[in-house]
């Protein structure tokens, strides 16, 4: 259930999770389907994580709000659940079985009185860059996350609480929803065991000063793609170049953009290459007759996931390069130029596309928000293993993984967790 | 208890401003005969559910009809407890934000629905859980890393656990293995496997039986009363089953093409590891020392004349392998010849690691060739390799990469004939496929032997493993309570294996719990509805235990059906299924919904005003309704949505009410079929897509025109094409012209 009465100053659960994405619901959700009381906490005004600005899943291109819908049913009428967002955990004492955490609740603006009518944001004179989209289009600064949101309710971002302006939203609004003086809170939880699920980022790709992203406005990155490609995107889903809303002929994706390098990330971010080759079928649908062109130093698709290698392969006009995109250059009419490289021969190769897309690699989010306790973390900044002394890790805080086995993981987190409760 | 339905209409969210509501009042009291109907401002605010809350109290109202938002908006504020039966008739997303305000036609929905809710509500009961004395230990077959693990997590969560190895020692796998790959940064150093610590942790734990040298003979029952016989002899009963079962190397006899068999120097990976934990690597011909070895990756794996899909583990075992050839012979040559180098997140920096080693030497090419050479050594060809040449290997040791194959899987089987959920269109309706699957499934390896009518074991996905087809639901099984984990279940290494192991142990001890207290697992988790079977007037037809996605239906000698609610997952199907419409949920059955459309006011030929009756899979194709509302999509008002659990629960009698009642079309939306399904009951939107047949069959007999049913797929993200379904297909009813029935 929701916080749809203001959340007591004091609460105790089963579990406490970390992270409201699909790994974070999914250890919540089991938990409590088990009979135990879990607490989820999220930062941001709903939950539901990146996989809602996700378009579509690999490898049956299925919506991944589909499976968000079947957990929010399931979170909805379940009492041992509570949801808390708007929330960062402060602070964390006690040992396993015991713990003690303080939570603060960031203002929302808008209380539990709100309908999601809309009828503020019809009102509201301002606009914000909208994060779900990765700043490519605008909001209003008041705004239901998304359509699917969990709380159904809308939020106004923070930076433009004190705007004067925001007063027609409060008049606006029939239900008294609106209040622009609200003050964070912070409240406390005692809980047995704690699961941290804060989930990834997509690297930088402004530091991979070799691919110019930043630099050419037809240069996105795979997390971009998704939104371009997404109903609910900037573009209501049409595919075409940023810089001149050009349909695209040919495009480029460029593989290990960040990963599986020492400059960057030495890791392999595990779902890149299979999520370039879905966003090949994202372009394909779109453009029957598009030149696809993928660079790689290795595909990888493990298991199962083969056949849908196997499948793109049979595409005549989807062309895999093997090699590295060692630079990319602007030409005539904002088209780019990829060079890439054979790392065993050293022969260059060079392909000219509409739009190239990085398929940049995942970063934990646990390396700017480090566990707290005695979390023990690897150098990129993942959760290395169980720990007795510090959290339960769950899905991408763990490893770089795909949806599946983030749900594995997160499944499993919640019975390592509820044995660590059951110790108090 | 008699049933007092109040029907409480919200006059938020732009109702009020778009809709009569004092005739919404009289619809209810008039048409709906209720004794009571009351408006509020705002009827999710505290206020609205006080007023409610005082009416269950103080007037003994034990039916609820909010007419107001979607039941997907706040349904916990509403939740009066599970003996006040809650309804909502959706006149905010379904009727004034999808349409033009104050208009007749807009008004006439919204009556629509509150008389619809009415009739809901005045045929359904609220659900008594079945329970039984039920077990809740917990079974887990196989002892390698992943039963192992399983076992000591549920036995440590306070479970009972039977665990079944069928050979004398614990440990699996693992036993064999000399080393694990490094789990801990920097990645470098392989790993001891830990199988020893933990078969002695499961051996010695009070709470855990260990049955060695022993297999399943039979398994007979349902979930939290399964009746477990081995071989051993011994038997006991159960609440819910891990298959930790793991996998068998790819027979490396089958890879002549690869030289296996021309010289005992060529062996498969499973070999290597043996030869290390037993003495050291030696050349198997003559135990000498070697100085030149070729791994061949992908030997089998990643080929259509072997295994399809990749073994996902071999990359690394050989990147293991060669860390030991180097670590006994620090001068020796070693290759590895592959297609990719699979090491995916963190096991990058052992492949950095190796790489890092010059005398190992790594090239994608593709193997033309394995042969002796006079001197006893093998020669390898290999072609298109990077270096854009082909090049000729000689090696004293070459060591085949083999791959996983599942123990559910039967060598001797055709890949084909094992995908049993993919296999498309059944070729007979209503009963082919369960045909089919049951046949599969006698196929394939006997390891849970279950005596369910549908097939002895789990049935398979693909390639013989038994895994989930859902990527948000891992662990999402067609047997109720009976969940694969580890290699068994996917191709995975024991590390993953072992996280396997608790997410499959933790979805048994739910199973256990829920059904202790009669509750559905996943999807409909928590629904405490059951089907009740009227067997007296069953004609032994075989639809519904043929048609269950569950095997929750087995069957007498003369076919007539025997329930086994608690391996049930309320999709309802059966109740599709039922010609004879004998199966019935207190709160969902075949006469709740025939009065649902019988209520709905049909305006006859004369007025030009058709009706569309929509039934919409509650699933995702209705969210996407909801969400055609919040964006304001507008649509024609002449449609009428019955939501329905599945779309599988369509039984065609209904289509049969709504024409015979009038209306001018039906529209059947649900999931997506095929291989890449999405229905969540699997085989639901499938089945309603067969049952067109026989509704094109009642149409003819009608004498109406086949337009007049149309089914579709709708996927929850595609809310923006609702407009220009029901559109569309009101256009084609108003070329098709009114129902001749209408009126009669």
Not at chain 1, 323 to 330: F, L, M, Q
Not at chain 2, 240 to 260: C, D, F, N
Not at chain 2, 350 to 360: E, G, K, L, S, V
């Amino acid at each position: 259930m929701a916080d749809y009465q203001p959340v007591p100053d004091q609460i105790r659960g089963d579990i406490l999770v970390v992270g409201g994405g699909i790994s974070g619901m999914t250890t919540a959700i089991e938990a409590a389907e088990v009979g135990k009381h879990s607490i989820l906490v999220e930062i941001k005004p709903s939950i539901g994580g990146r996989v809602i600005s996700t378009n579509q899943y690999f490898p049956k291109l299925c919506p991944p709000t589909c499976g968000i819908e079947i957990n929010l049913k399931r979170i909805r009428l379940n009492p041992f659940i509570r949801i808390i967002t708007l929330a960062e955990v402060l602070q964390v004492s006690g040992s396993p079985g015991n713990y003690e955490v303080q939570i603060k609740l960031n203002p929302r603006y808008v209380n539990e009185k709100c309908t999601a009518c809309g009828d503020c944001a019809t009102v509201c004179e301002i606009e914000r860059d909208n994060d779900l989209n990765y700043g490519l289009d605008k909001t209003k600064a008041i705004y239901l996350p998304h359509l699917m949101a969990y709380p159904m309710r809308y939020v106004i971002d923070p930076q433009f609480a004190k705007d004067e302006r925001m007063k027609k939203c409060v008049e606006a609004c029939q239900y008294k929803a609106i209040e622009l003086d609200m003050q964070p809170r912070t409240i406390t939880a005692k809980v047995g065991a704690i699961v941290w699920a804060t989930g990834w980022k997509p690297y930088d790709a402004t530091k991979i000063d070799n691919l110019g992203f930043g630099k050419y406005k037809n240069i996105i990155t795979n997390v971009m793609m998704e939104r371009i490609s997404s109903q609910t995107g900037p573009t209501g889903g049409k595919i075409v170049r940023p810089s001149d809303g050009k349909e695209v002929k040919t495009i480029g994706f460029v593989q290990c953009a960040g990963s599986r390098d020492e400059n960057h990330l030495p890791y392999c971010s595990a779902v890149c290459c299979l999520a370039s080759m879905k966003q090949a079928t994202y372009v394909r649908t779109q453009y029957p007759e598009a030149d696809i062109h993928l660079f790689y130093i290795d595909v990888r698709s493990p298991g199962r996931l083969e056949d849908f290698y196997v499948k793109m392969q049979a595409d005549q006009k989807f062309y895999f390069h093997r090699g590295k995109v060692a630079k990319i250059t602007e030409t005539a009419n904002g088209n780019l130029m990829l060079e890439a490289e054979n790392t065993l021969t050293g022969e260059v190769s060079k392909v000219e596309v509409d739009m190239a897309v990085l398929a940049v690699g995942m970063v934990p989010n646990t390396v700017d928000a480090k566990p707290p306790l005695e979390t023990t973390l690897d150098p990129y900044g993942f959760i290395a293993g169980d720990s007795d002394k510090g959290v339960i890790g769950a899905g991408t805080a763990m490893l770089p993984c795909d949806v599946a086995v983030s749900v594995q993981q997160a499944t499993g987190a919640a019975l390592k967790a509820i044995n660590i409760a059951g110790r108090r | 208890m008699d049933s007092k339905i109040g029907v409480y209409i919200c006059k938020g969210c732009d109702i009020a401003k778009s809709v009569d509501v004092e005739k919404l009042i009289n619809t209810a009291i008039k048409d709906g005969k209720v004794p009571l109907c009351k408006t509020h401002e705002v009827l999710c605010s505290h206020e609205g559910i006080e007023l409610i809350k005082a009416d269950i109290g103080g007037e003994g109202i034990n039916r609820v009809v909010v007419a107001a938002c979607s039941n997907r908006v706040f349904p916990e504020l509403f939740d009066f407890g599970q003996d006040i039966l809650t309804d909502r008739a959706n006149i905010r997303e379904y009727v004034v934000w999808s349409h033009k305000p104050n208009d007749d036609d807009t008004q006439m929905m919204a009556e629509d629905y509150i008389r619809m809710s009415i009739a809901r509500m005045k045929s359904s009961e609220p659900a008594q859980p079945y329970t039984e004395e039920t077990s809740k230990t917990i079974m887990v077959i196989g002892g390698g890393m992943t039963g192992l693990t399983s076992a000591k997590a549920a036995a440590d969560a306070g479970y009972q656990v039977v665990l079944v190895e069928k050979e004398s020692q614990l440990g699996g796998w693992a036993t064999k293995f000399a080393k694990a790959f490094p789990k801990h940064a920097p990645y470098q150093e392989l790993e001891d496997t830990g199988y020893k610590t933990l078969a002695q942790a499961v051996e010695s734990h009070t709470n855990i039986k260990v049955h060695k040298s022993a297999t399943i003979e039979k398994t007979s029952g349902q979930p939290g009363k399964f009746a477990v016989k081995l071989s051993t002899g011994a038997e006991f009963n159960v609440g819910a089953i891990v298959q930790a079962t793991g996998w068998r190397p790819y027979p490396a006899e089958k890879l002549t093409h690869l030289g296996y068999g021309i010289s005992p120097n060529i062996i498969a990976n499973i070999d290597m590891e043996a030869m290390v934990s037993n003495g050291g690597i030696k050349k198997p011909s003559d135990g000498q020392s070697i100085d030149s070895i070729v791994f061949i990756q992908c030997a089998g794996s990643r080929d259509q004349e072997h295994l399809p899909y990749c073994s996902a583990v071999c990359c690394r075992v050989s990147l293991k392998q060669a860390k030991y050839v180097r670590e006994k012979y620090p001068d020796a040559k070693i290759y590895i010849i592959y297609k990719d180098v699979r090491t995916p997140a963190q096991s990058e920096l052992f492949y950095a690691h190796i790489q890092n080693d010059d005398a190992i030497f790594m090239t994608k090419g593709e193997i033309a060739g394995v042969s002796k050479a006079s001197d006893g050594k093998i020669l390898i060809d290999v072609k298109e390799t990077l270096l854009g040449e082909d090049i000729k290997i000689k090696a004293d040791m070459v060591v085949l990469a083999t791959g996983m194959v599942p123990s559910t899987k039967v060598d001797e089987e055709p890949v084909a004939t094992e995908e049993a959920p993919a296999d498309g269109q059944p070729q007979d309706g209503v009963t082919a496929d369960g045909k089919k699957e049951a046949a599969g499934a006698e196929k394939g390896a006997k390891i849970l032997n279950l005596t369910y009518r549908q097939g002895t074991d789990l049935p398979t996905l693909k390639y013989g493993f038994p895994d989930s087809h859902f990527i948000c639901f891992p662990y999402e099984t067609r047997r109720t309570a009976i969940y694969a984990a580890g290699g068994v279940r996917a191709p995975m290494d024991l590390s993953a294996a072992s996280d396997d192991a608790y997410g499959a142990t933790l979805k048994a001890i739910q199973a256990v719990e829920s059904v202790a207290r009669g509750a559905a697992v996943h999807p409909r988790a928590g629904d405490m509805s059951f089907p009740e079977l009227f067997l007296q007037r069953c004609t032994q037809c075989k639809r519904c235990t043929e048609e269950c996605p569950f095997g929750a239906l087995d069957e007498d000698e003369k076919g007539t059906p025997l329930p086994n609610p608690f391996r049930c997952r309320r999709c309802a199907i059966c109740l599709g299924a039922c010609p004879e419409r004998i199966i019935s949920f207190k709160n969902y059955n075949v006469n709740m919904i025939s009065q649902m459309i019988k209520v709905i006011h049909i305006p006859d030929e004369f007025e030009e005003k058709p009706r569309i009756l929509a039934f919409i899979c509650e699933n995702d194709a209705l969210p996407s309704v909801d969400m055609a509302g919040l964006k304001r999509l507008q649509y024609n008002a002449m449609i009428r949505i019955i939501p329905l659990r599945c779309l599988g629960s369509m039984n065609i009698v209904w289509v049969g009410d709504a024409l015979a009642s009038g209306f001018d079309g039906v529209l059947l939306i649900g999931c997506k079929k095929g291989d890449d399904y999405q229905c969540h009951f699997v085989r639901g939107s499938e089945l309603a897509d067969t049952r067109m047949t026989n509704v094109r069959d009642k149409l003819k007999q009608l004498v109406l025109e086949e337009e007049r049913v149309q089914i579709h797929e709708l996927a929850i993200s595609d809310y923006h094409k609702i407009p220009q379904i029901f559109d569309d297909f009101l256009a084609t009813i108003e070329g098709v012209g009114p129902n001749p029935y209408k009126g009669m």
